[in-house]
T-cell receptor, first 114, second 115 residues
Framework: AQSVTQLGSHVSVSEGALVLLRCNYS??????LFWYVQYPNQGLQLLLK??????LVKGINGFEAEFKKSETSFHLTKPSAHMSDAAEYFC????????????FGTGTSLTVIP | NAGVTQTPKFQVLKTGQSMTLQCAQD?????MSWYRQDPGMGLRLIHY???????DQGEVPNGYNVSRSTTEDFPLRLLSAAPSQTSVYFC??????????????FGPGTRLTVL
């Protein structure tokens, strides 16, 4: 089974500062990679995904992520944090072969300090 | 287009009681799934379905049953609730069974407490 590691269960940044949320996966074959955001008392919403092609992926709300095969990583970044970015962020993967099972990381709670 | 809907939003059960969590989608998605979310553990897949009449187990299936009689509905049944099943449950759906990278759409969740 896949495993997904998100370093840092809580991250705090100042408004306007860089956001960096880390995600590493375990498989030797690169899976499909996803970042989801969850606002309080809501379901998950897709931010972005990597399937194939360009390794720098742009998503909604100014977020982007870069797939690095050599580092088995898919870190999420945003150049300038906004108060509305405060939420829980989840990295997820699914195998390219079966594709029916998704594996989520444990999540990173982002706090934006005014 | 309501997307993915879940009922109820909140539920309190006593140990040993049974109940069904409802999930419906109006996007004609073939793939539907159930997750539970626990603090510090992220989301874990319970069961999934790739189409009407076809279901399979995920990472944590014990204590839960599912069936898929229609494309739209994918109920999750707890036959004998246990305190360890206290969690937030999310239903999700996506297009296609072989397009694994398709976007999953999540419902708003059901918060279940088992006393």
């Amino acid at each position: 089974a896949q495993s997904v590691t998100q370093l840092g269960s809580h991250v705090s940044v100042s408004e306007g500062a860089l956001v960096l949320l880390r995600c590493n996966y375990s498989s030797s074959v690169p899976p499909y990679l996803f970042w989801y955001v969850q606002y309080p008392n809501q379901g998950l919403q897709l931010l972005l995904k990597y399937t194939t092609g360009a390794t720098l992926v742009k998503g909604i709300n100014g977020f982007e992520a870069e797939f690095k095969k050599s580092e088995t990583s898919f870190h999420l970044t945003k150049p300038s944090a906004h108060m509305s970015d405060a939420a829980e962020y989840f990295c997820a993967v699914s195998d390219r072969g079966s594709g029916n099972q998704f594996y989520f990381g444990t999540g990173t709670s982002l706090t934006v300090i005014p | 287009n309501a997307g993915v809907t879940q009922t109820p939003k909140f539920q309190v059960l006593k140990t040993g009681q049974s109940m069904t969590l409802q999930c419906a989608q109006d996007m004609n998605h073939e793939y539907m799934s159930w997750y539970r979310q626990d603090p510090g553990m992220g989301l874990r897949l319970i069961h999934y379905s790739v189409g009407a009449g076809i279901t399979d187990q995920g990472e944590v299936p014990n204590g839960y049953n599912v069936s898929r009689s229609t494309t739209e509905d994918f109920p999750l049944r707890l036959l004998s609730a246990a305190p360890s099943q206290t969690s937030v449950y999310f239903c999700a759906s996506r297009t296609g069974t072989f397009l694994q990278a398709d976007t999953q759409y999540f419902g708003p969740g059901t918060r279940l407490t088992v006393l």
